[in-house]
């Protein structure tokens, strides 16, 4: 008890879960490993978008390509399109990799966030409805 009898508190510990049989943590997602259907490595989350008003994860940015930064590519996936795989310890896409030769990306430095019309076009692509 301090000096003036009000009680501190003791700094408060940092979080110790990070993640649970149901939950996750945001930067335990990104970086996790991206796979097609086939079971082959496509790439990894790099992040993902949370829609403000819903707060509702919107989409996957999964990072393809690139060696050392060049080349590398973000292909904004529904989040509704992954699916957790335990076994694996990452998500899994049943997207045929010619679909994802054609979808939509960007590179980096790239902004794709400005155009009202690109969630909708993103969701579209993968034949979802955008409606968060």
């Known amino acids: 008890m301090a000096e003036d009898g009000i ?6 510990a940092p979080v110790a879960v990070d993640e649970t049989d149901r939950l996750i943590a945001s930067d335990k997602v990104e970086g996790t490993e991206v796979f097609g ?13 949370v829609d403000k008003v819903t707060g509702r994860v919107a989409y996957a ?13 973000f292909f904004p996936l529904p989040w509704a399109a992954l699916t957790y795989d335990p076994a694996r310890g990452g998500y899994v896409v049943d ?3 010619a679909t994802l030769d054609r979808a939509p990306s960007f590179a ?5 966030w400005r155009d009202p ?10 034949g979802f409805n955008y409606g968060l």
């Open 7 to 12: 009680t501190q508190a003791a700094d408060p």
């Open 37 to 49: 259907r086939d079971g082959h490595r496509i790439g990894s989350v790099y992040n993902f978008m």
């Open 61 to 73: 940015v999964v990072s393809f390509g690139g060696f050392l930064g060049l080349g590398e590519r």
């Open 95 to 97: 997207i045929d990799p």
């Open 108 to 112: 980096p430095g790239e902004e794709p």
């Open 117 to 126: 019309e690109h969630q909708r076009n993103v969701f579209g692509f993968y």
